[in-house]
Nanobody, 130 residues
Framework: QVQLVESGGGSVQAGGSLRLSCASS???????MGWFRQAPGKEREGVAS????????TYADSVKGRFTISRDNAKNTLYLQMDNLKPDDTGAYYC????????????????????????WGQGTQVTVSS
């Protein structure tokens, strides 16, 4: 069974940067992938997603201009570069992969729904202090 494993979390001060990685034990080059985060007492929210070919991306408004999602299909790895971090970015970050092949138009309306993904990593903690 394919597993996703996140790494790269940690504690930083506001304004700092972190780069998260998500390594898959299986091929992911044909599926949409995304990053979610969850703060204590809050619902899991979509942060960013990327098309299988790495061309198209979506971002939550709260991270636009600060976070960059990318992928290396040859390495079956998804990344999230997080710059200018804010205390509100604190939470557990999860990568996820979708199981259905969507058109971009279809995906763009569902990318931030957890139910659109079938496989999840265990999460990596990001803590941003002020």
């Amino acid at each position: 069974q394919v597993q996703l494993v996140e790494s790269g979390g940690g504690s930083v001060q506001a304004g700092g940067s972190l780069r998260l990685s998500c390594a898959s034990s299986g091929a992911t080059s044909r599926v949409y992938m995304g990053w979610f985060r969850q703060a204590p007492g809050k619902e899991r929210e979509g942060v960013a997603s990327m098309s299988p070919d790495g061309v198209a991306t979506t971002y939550a408004d709260s991270v636009k201009g600060r976070f960059t999602i990318s992928r290396d299909n040859a390495k079956n790895t998804l990344y999230l570069q997080m710059d200018n971090l804010k205390p509100d970015d604190t939470g557990a970050y999860y990568c996820a992969s979708a199981g259905v092949v969507y058109s971009w138009i279809n995906w763009s309306s569902r990318w931030n729904r957890p139910a659109s993904y079938i496989r999840w990593g265990q999460g990596t903690q990001v803590t941003v202090s002020s």
